[in-house]
């Protein structure tokens, strides 16, 4: 099972990265794929999320900036950050849960630096 984060990076205050993460090696059926986001010394926070129907969900912080999105066919999500600004610096990580109780995977993280 991987999951390949990708993406990030060092940005000025108002630009834009997407993130993508690419899976594989996984057999269940996905429930969620999200990123989620952790700044050092606290909690890993929910981005945005998006089910298996495509409904999204996301953070108010990140509402109307950040856009979430899957593409099937490639077994790939991204998050397309626009506007960004120094409180959106932190670790990014994408998330898989499965429809199996308790299963779901975490890639392995890619920093995102916003400068002022």
């Known amino acids: 099972v991987q999951l390949q984060a990708s993406g990030g990076g060092l940005v000025q205050a108002g630009g834009s990265l997407r993130l993508s993460c690419a899976v594989s090696?996984?057999?269940?059926?996905?429930?969620?794929t999200g990123w989620f986001r952790q700044i050092p010394g606290k909690q890993r926070e929910l981005v945005a999320i998006?089910?298996?129907?495509?409904?999204?969900n996301y953070t108010d912080s990140v509402k109307g900036r950040f856009t979430i999105s899957r593409e099937s066919a490639k077994n790939t999500m991204y998050l397309q950050m626009n506007s960004l600004k120094p409180e959106d610096t932190a670790v990014y990580y994408c998330?898989?849960?499965?429809?199996?109780?308790?299963?779901?995977?975490w890639g392995q993280g890619t920093l995102v630096t916003v400068s002022s």
């Open positions: 998006i089910t298996s129907d495509g409904t999204t």
């Open positions: 998330n898989y849960q499965t429809k199996a109780v308790g299963v779901n995977y």
């Open positions: 090696g996984i057999t269940f059926p996905m429930k969620t």
